[in-house]
């Protein structure tokens, strides 16, 4: 899989959100978009999981915004006042993560917004738990209402072993973090989400999600430590399904 590659043309405004300090630009296609800088935060890592993670959920039919690839040259942050986003912009020359930009979407909210469909619901926590997404809470759920779905966002902190040695049997350890899932309270059975999504996680459909990183994010890495992690995570879903529920006091 290729994303599409263009490049940004003008800085229009920060997204002051966490201590990435994503922006919002303009690109040559005209289209607006959510710029994930490399030189940010933990570096290219974090745009790696967002790529891997962000495709195979597509893969499986979940809504997430297009992604494309955005090169950044440092004239972008000349006009800039900004010191700190000066130096993010220089630090970020050459190749980066752009996220379209969905206008008017509402940020999900588990207390103001409508209950999502259960079976959507499931779907959501079954591929976080999948991909080991840490980020998707009541405090900070990465979920947009648009059009009347649910679209998925920021999917850099997913897939959190790449930033530690990796071990063996590092991808069939629990994942706790599944019982603060924003969506958990709303979700109807897991393991029947098990059974839609996990005979999808292919390892054509891995490969295919995990080929559009380009090779200079992963630092040396070798690719074939993602297809993996996921397949080896995919090969016995039901044990997080169980986690799933379990969290929820139905095991």
């Not at 994942?175 to 899932?181: G, L």
Request: avoid cysteine.
């Amino acid at each position: 899989m290729e994303l599409p590659r263009i490049d940004a043309t003008r800085y229009v405004t920060p997204l002051r959100e966490g201590g990435s300090l994503p922006a919002l630009v303009e690109a040559s296609d005209d289209g607006l978009y959510v710029l994930k800088f490399r030189g940010a935060g933990q570096g290219p890592k974090v745009l790696v999981a967002e790529v891997i993670a962000g495709e195979l959920a597509r893969t499986l039919g979940l809504q997430v915004p297009e992604l494309v690839l955005m090169d950044v040259d440092e004239a972008l942050g000349r006009a800039e006042p900004d010191a700190e986003i000066r130096e993010l912009i220089t630090a970020s020359v050459g190749l980066n993560l752009g996220v379209d930009f969905l206008p008017s979407a509402l940020p999900f909210s588990p207390a103001a917004s409508p209950a999502p469909d259960p079976s959507l619901a499931a779907d959501v926590v079954w591929f976080d738990a999948l991909v080991t997404n840490v980020d998707r809470t009541a405090r900070n759920p990465n979920l947009l209402e648009w059009h009347r779905g649910i679209w998925l966002i920021d999917h850099g902190a997913a897939l959190y072993f790449h930033h530690g040695e990796h071990t063996p049997g590092r991808e069939r350890q629990p994942f706790p973090a599944i019982a603060e899932h924003v969506l958990l309270p709303f979700a109807g059975s897991i393991a029947e989400a098990d059974a839609r999504l996990a005979p999808q996680v292919t390892e054509a459909a891995v490969r295919d999600a995990v080929s559009a990183v380009p090779a200079a994010w992963l630092d040396g890495a070798d690719p074939q430590l993602y297809v993996d992690y996921l397949l080896a995570r995919a090969q016995a879903p039901r044990a997080f399904a169980e986690e799933a529920e379990r969290a929820r006091g139905e095991l």
